[in-house]
């Protein structure tokens, strides 16, 4: 099955700064990449996606690169405030069951904004 | 909006005990899941279900079971709970391939 590699575990930037987190994934076959946001207390929630199809993709501050040759994807965070403070999750789609989509996770980033 | 709603927030269980936990989806989405978030660990997926009356172990299967009866609901059975189930457990759903999930806002479960 898929294996998800998630670095690195803890990262703390000041406000206005980029932060980076990078996964890496073992089934060359996958070709969706979502990335998740939990807050404190709060459920997991989708920022960005990306398919195999598709090097890069953005969405205001947050943005998403594909490297499907090397088999990893990073998510960058631009002008980083407070609010982006949570735990962060990329995934990967299994893509041995067919139309199911099952994601296997990276074990998670928690990424603190510092003032 | 899109709504999945786990039963319970927080659960305190004695160990041996059976435990269900309840999941309803009202997106008419195909496929739901469940996964346990321990620190360090992320999400594990537990069982899964691509349509009703159908499932399908995932990573961590030992000591769980599951039943879809209708498309909406998704409940996990912990046949006798022990204490390293001790965890976060969250529930979602998504219409299909290539789409992301949508989650409830998790149940926490103790066992004592």
């Known amino acids: 099955g898929e294996n998800v590699e998630q670095h690195p575990s803890t990262l703390s930037v000041q406000e206005g700064d980029s932060a980076v987190i990078k996964c890496t994934y073992s089934?060359?076959?996958?070709?969706?990449f979502p990335w998740y946001k939990q807050e404190l207390g709060k459920r997991p929630q989708l920022i960005i996606d990306i398919r195999s199809n598709v090097g890069e993709k953005k969405d205001q501050r947050i943005a998403v690169t594909l490297n499907k040759t090397a088999k990893h994807f990073s998510l960058h965070i631009t002008e980083t405030q407070p609010e982006d403070s949570a735990v962060y999750f990329c995934?990967?789609?299994?893509?041995?069951?067919?139309?199911?989509?099952?994601?296997?996770f990276g074990t998670g980033t928690r990424l603190q904004v510092t003032l | 909006d899109v709504k999945v709603t786990q039963s319970s927030r927080y659960l305190v269980k004695r160990t041996g005990e059976k435990v269900f936990l309840e999941c309803v989806q009202d997106?008419?989405?195909?496929?739901m899941f469940w996964y346990r978030q321990d620190p360090g660990l992320g999400l594990r997926l537990i069982y899964f279900s691509y349509d009703v009356k159908m499932k399908e172990k995932g990573d961590i299967p030992e000591g769980y079971s599951v039943s879809r009866e209708k498309k909406e609901r998704f409940s996990l059975i912990l046949e006798s709970a022990s204490t390293n189930q001790t965890s976060m457990y969250l529930c979602a759903s998504s219409p299909g391939a290539g789409a992301g999930y949508t989650f409830g806002s998790g149940t926490r479960l103790t066992v004592v």
């Open positions: 089934d060359s076959a996958s070709n969706y």
């Open positions: 995934a990967a789609r299994d893509p041995s069951l067919g139309t199911a989509s099952k994601l296997t």
């Open positions: 997106m008419d989405h195909e496929n």
